[in-house]
């Protein structure tokens, strides 16, 4: 029995009383009956929270019209998968759109709940899931959006990401094993060298690093304590490659705080063990009394990192291996943007950008026909919301680069443009103080209007203090708040500056508080001249 289980029901906050009450994957089996009753008719948890454990989420600012979140492993889908999305928002219209999320993700819009069975039915023909993909759930598993590709890479994550979600998921199909943590639970996992999952972000990370030790006559470690350690099949003296393992990074509003070492070393067949013990920790010991203290980092500080890693060396069920002296993060971080040479001979991938994030159906429907056309059919998503085409030919190349579509999603923006991400903002999502996806275009095409840059610099906005944006690993991130101005409230931003991405990634820290949206413009071009570089353009000549 769980910790949680044992808990007096007076103790609970809102959200553990619901989830003790009714497991929220329960509305699985509901999809048809609140079909038929429609959304004013639904219960209000049902609606309103429940829904969210199979990425189905009601919108107060937009009712009646839903987001679904998808899962979408290691930022990868096919063709076929991309129309199936693209026809399922076709249908609203105006109203249907999608957005590519920070976590290498993709988010419908406009979603009637009438039409939730036909929606479901298509998905699972295409295998597609949404399923605890919100709330207290693990997030989608974020993997390096050039695995497989990457001549330079140590390790390719797309199968490992796969296995963790189809262990979390139990295949996709919803699994009540984890469907009550106490709170949101992010995995990353890296195998290149450049760290393009932001692994300090997250409650879970894995980091390429070898382990330097020796293996036993028997062929399993000689420096662990334990007795049935892993065996790889390996030269004892050569280094085995494997992950360092981090854990409890997140943001919230309350908090922010990059992941610590474990101080643990898995080789790459121990990671879906080890994320099953980390969860099972989480969802046993968690705190739950309070939502805004229940993130992983806040069981790390009261336990103490030592009895952290004690509780999840026992349910891992074998001793563990110490990390490696350093991990193999040694590259700035790359943004994929422009045509690159695979590791596959006479093939290449193509970054694509995508402004903020936002696509409509016939933008899906250009994607999927591109890579069917010109790669292998295969499309991937990076966590700064932009498009991966894969498995292009060199003899293709030329073709594909004439494509009208990449008018709007060009492999060469502009340097301001390039590093663009934006969170949802007030146009869909109720937390939000500020409206961000059309104001950071708005901005960004006016600053580029009067400066010249020498190198991106990346910009993030988010829309209020959850940090969805992650404006702590941007170079300028921006975080929406109300400020008054003249008497009134009107929209602002607290500034934050210093992230530090890749090699050596660093949070970021605000550095100016509640600058009113209206007033930023010059705010930020003397940002970009004093610290970044950037010119004022000369006057055109008359
Ligand atoms: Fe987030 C809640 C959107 C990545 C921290 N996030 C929300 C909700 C669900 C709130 C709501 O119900 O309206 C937002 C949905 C708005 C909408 O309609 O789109 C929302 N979060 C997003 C997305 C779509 C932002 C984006 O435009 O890309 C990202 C979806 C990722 C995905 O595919 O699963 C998204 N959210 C993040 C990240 C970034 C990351 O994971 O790297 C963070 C900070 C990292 C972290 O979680 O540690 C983040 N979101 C939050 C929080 C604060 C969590 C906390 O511990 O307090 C909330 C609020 C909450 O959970 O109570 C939140
Ligand atoms: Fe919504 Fe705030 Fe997250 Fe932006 S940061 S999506 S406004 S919860």
Redesign the pocket.
Known sequence: MTDQATTTTTSLNKFEKFKAEKDGLAVKEEIEKFASLGWEAMDETDRDHRL?WVGV?F?PVTPGKF?M??RMPNGILSCEQMRVLAEVIQRYGDEGNA?????????L?GIRIEDLPEIFDKFRAVDLTTVQ???DNV??I?GDPVAGLDADELFDTRELVQQIQDMVTNQGEGNSEFTNLP??F?IAITGGRDNSV?AE???LAFVPAFFEGQLGDNGQWAMGQGEELSSIPSSPSSPIFGFNVLVG??????RCEAAVPLNVWVPPEDVVALCRAVLEVFRDRGLRAN??K??LMWLIDEWGLEKFRAEVEKRFGKSFISAAARDEIDWEKRDHIGVHKQKQPGLNYVGLHVPV?RLYAEDMFEIARLAEVYGSGEIRLT?E?NIIIPNIADSLLETFLTEPVLDKFTVNPTLLMRSL????GSQ????ALIETKNRALAIIKALEAELELTHPVRIHWTGCP?????PQVADIGLMGTKVRKNGKAVEGVDIYMGGKVGKEAQLGACITKGIPCEDLLPVLRELLIEHFGARLREPAAV
């Open positions: 969210k989420f919108r987001m979140r998808m957005d590519i999320t920070t976590r290498q993700n993709i988010q819009r993909s919100g709330m997030r989608n974020t709170r949101k992010n932001h972000i997250n409650d990074g997140f943001f919230s509003a309350k939502r805004q229940s993130r994030g966590v919301q991400v934006s969170c949802t869909f999502c109720n937390f959850n940090s969805c944006g992650q």
